[in-house]
């Protein structure tokens, strides 16, 4: 599965507005290994990698095709590649476990002697906020929550809760779909979602610094194609709009705490191509 993240966020802080973009790609193989009742082991494994972050005019550009070999982060994320760790979800599409996750970053450091350990912690927190298991966990569910409980036919329609996981922001997501149409090869559904903010008050740290997201709403749309003779994803477009607040308390580099408004629009594409 070949995807995309396309994620804009506008946020003001001390009365400075801050455009941040961001964009991950990634190609994921999965092959299953077990299927036991309605639980299916899979082993997964990234085959390509890549991520830019524009930051007011200043680029961070890593990709691990970078044919150049000149860019240390880029060899970074290619050292991720084919590292095989171990996904179950159940035949409704819901991720019940990932294993072996660290995987991913076993060899991230070999060729740099020169990292120190601090170095390598914080590359490595970085990478876990976007290929990490909570974003795996992410863009594996806003492609495959829209599977149903049970039989549906065309014109039908069907609610599934997820959540929102990404840096500070959580947020509880429900989403009506509904079976616009069936053919031959493929069966397409469109979802409306409303995003509202989670039960959770929990401060949760974001490069070192302690937050909270607050006062969450948005909307999420969703076409998706499945392959008739599979099920598995052959298209998938979801783009999600939230807004809410940031809020940062009192601590050593926040003397006084802050209040950050911020919107979050995110764009996102999965093919089986």
Known sequence: MKSD??????????????????????????????????????????????????VGGKVVDMRSDDATGANPASKMIKNMLNKPFTMFISNRGKVLELKNIDNLYSRMFEGFPQITDAQKAQFKAQMEQSFGEKSIRTSFQDSFSVVPAGPVGQGDKWVSNTTLESGAISANIKTTYTLQGITADAITIHGEAAIQQGASKALKEYNGIPMRFTNATGSSTANIKLDRATGWISESKVTKLVSGIIEVPDGPKTPGGMTIPMSVTVDMTATNK
């Open 5 to 54: 993240a396309n994620m804009t966020i506008i946020q003001t802080i001390n009365g400075t507005k801050q455009l941040i973009s961001t964009l991950m790609t990634g190609m994921m193989a999965h092959k299953v290994i077990a299927i036991k009742d309605t639980v299916y082991e899979m082993e997964v494994q990234f085959r390509s990698l890549g991520v830019r972050v524009d």
